[in-house]
């Protein structure tokens, strides 16, 4: 088919837009399409009519519904890019029902989407589609499938990991058993405070020493594994993750950051008027106590773990008594 009168299609494709004045304007929505439905006994995309464009780039954008496999071959797979989305809940247009089945409303879609960059002289096939997905996508299906079961797993996994390695590092002179440390990582999944609670109660001081460096090592190795699992899971996510742990690494730096920015509003405010002073020294105070806050509550913490360390520091600061006078 073809398009005769370019004008007339632009005219007649508008669609009218009422505004608030009541005036109505038309938005041009020039795009061409069609629907084609063919029996087939399996999925497959026409690429040998493209070929005809020659050494011309003409990128193919195939969305397939559900995880599938393309059945690449050698002069297009190196140009061919196959990425899986899902999406939380789709609503398709009305016009698409019979595309699919009849639902109108998609709790959990998964789709295909298959971008080919090849020269169209290299589409010497069509392209064939399995409907089942690759092995690594299928373990990835299954997880999304199980959300549930495979977190509790990975979690339980990796706090034992942790916890035996966190004491291979820390307790390494004591020497505790596998089994003990094994169990002990157990705990994590009663939270921090239970982890904490029991490390100060399986781990006795006058045995262990300093318990506050395990708890360290065990929550640093197990925000190492728990990052790397979400990575492999989600690679999109990998500069959330980063950026977190930058976060965490560089808190005592932006503690000063919010107390200087507090401090520099409080004093670019206060030639102007009485009032935009005292509220910027109320931001610099504020962002004082969200600065030094958990600190507190952070030496405390070390204290109730490590009693002996808090009494052994407080010794130190203790002033010596002066000697007997001559």
């Not at 088919?1 to 005036?23: A, K, M, Y």
């Not at 196959?82 to 709790?107: C, I, W």
């Not at 960059?117 to 990835?140: K, M, N």
């Not at 640093?220 to 990998?238: E, R, V």
Request: hydrophobic fraction near 45%; glycine fraction near 6%.
């Amino acid at each position: 088919t073809h398009i005769s009168n370019i004008t007339q299609f632009r005219s007649s494709s508008g669609e009218p837009v009422h505004t608030l004045f009541g005036q109505e304007s038309i938005t041009h929505n020039n795009a061409i399409g069609f629907v084609a439905s063919f029996p087939s006994e399996r999925i497959y995309y026409p690429l040998i009519p493209t070929s005809a464009y020659g050494d011309r780039q003409v990128p193919v954008i195939l969305y397939v519904n559900s995880f599938v496999t393309p059945q690449l071959y050698d002069s297009i797979r190196h140009d061919t890019e196959v990425v899986y989305f899902t999406d939380g809940h789709s609503t398709p247009d009305e016009k698409l029902a019979f595309f699919y089945n009849g639902r109108s409303q998609m709790p959990d879609q998964k789709y295909t989407k298959i971008r080919i960059t090849a020269p169209s002289g290299q589409f010497t096939e069509d392209l064939w589609i399995d409907p089942t997905p690759p092995p690594e996508i299928r373990l990835f299906e299954w997880y999304l499938d199980n959300r549930m079961l495979p977190s509790v797993i990975s979690y339980i996994i990796f706090s034992l990991i942790a916890s035996l390695a966190a004491g291979f590092i820390v307790f390494r002179k004591q020497n505790p058993s596998s089994r003990t440390l094994l169990l002990h990582g157990l705990w994590n999944c009663t939270t921090f405070i239970g982890f904490v609670i029991m490390t100060r109660r399986n781990f006795p001081q006058e045995m262990y020493g300093k318990r506050v460096p395990f708890v360290i090592a065990f929550y640093g190795i197990f925000g190492l594994l728990l990052s790397a699992w979400t990575i492999a899971l989600a690679p999109s996510l990998a500069l959330a993750v980063l950026g977190g742990w930058i976060l965490t690494l560089l808190s005592p730096l932006l503690s000063l950051l919010l107390i200087l920015v507090g401090l520099m509003i409080a004093s670019g405010v206060a030639s102007s008027d009485l009032s935009a002073m005292m509220l910027g020294g109320m931001l610099a105070i504020l962002c004082f106590i969200l600065a030094f806050a958990p600190v507190p509550v952070l030496i405390w913490l070390r204290r109730w773990i490590d009693p002996e360390t808090g009494l052994q520091e407080a010794k130190r600061t203790e002033p010596e008594s002066p000697g007997p006078s001559p």
